[in-house]
């Protein structure tokens, strides 16, 4: 029996990776650097999971020879860049630039009414997470969910299914009766790992990705009823 729906967060629950791409982007601008992401470029990066990942990874392609020295000032750097980033991404959210994708807030609130509990299962920080849900979902959203894993608290990122298992634990849940819903070959490799069916809603960044596994792939969830879960998640055979 289905009783509780998992999401993911950046390019699940809202299209906002060209909005991060641009926070990114203002966050070099701002603290000097020569880096510039093109949309082709990033679209490669995410296939690294966490910004911090992704800013490091980049910088080592960039510079081989790159070393960490005693104090840190590697991690320091990436740390600062990070910080930059995340508040530019938190003003433009509360200036409107992110929505929810379609079908989203229906299935949620289909969901809730009859007794399931939502949870989020995310390797983005916990501040975008607020900024994002806060937007959409109004000052209350916290408690719309039952279990919330994120970079805060389940460090290792997707395709590792650490914060997978650490919501499943929150929830009190086994595996079976949940179901994930993801973007990204990552989530959907972290999700099965621990044992999740998963639906999968790609965006323009993840269309190519290799959904292998998935319970089933959708455009969106603008025609995905409570119903259909219900059924497609009965008849999944992992």
Known sequence: MLK?????????????EAVHLRAF??????????????LA??????????????????WRQVNPDLTELDGGAIQATVDRLHEVKTAFYEEAVNQGAVAFRPGVLALMEDARTAGLSLAIATTTSPAN?????????????RAMFAAIG????????KPHPQVYRKVLAELGLPASECLAIEDSSNGLQAARAAGLPTLITPNTFTAGHDFTGAMRVVP?????????????HAAFQP
């Open 129 to 141: 997470i607020a900024a994002l849900l806060r937007s959409a979902l109004g000052a209350d959203w």
């Open 41 to 58: 470029h990033y679209t490669e990066l995410l296939a690294v999971s966490g910004g911090k990942e992704r800013m490091l990874h980049h």
């Open 25 to 38: 982007n203002q966050a070099f601008a701002q603290e000097g650097l020569d880096w510039h992401w093109t």
């Open 150 to 157: 994120d970079a805060g608290n389940a460090p290792k990122k």
């Open 220 to 232: 969106d969830l603008s025609s995905v009823q409570l119903a259909h879960l219900r059924e497609w």
């Open 4 to 16: 509780a729906l998992i999401f993911d967060v950046d390019g699940t629950l809202a299209d906002t």
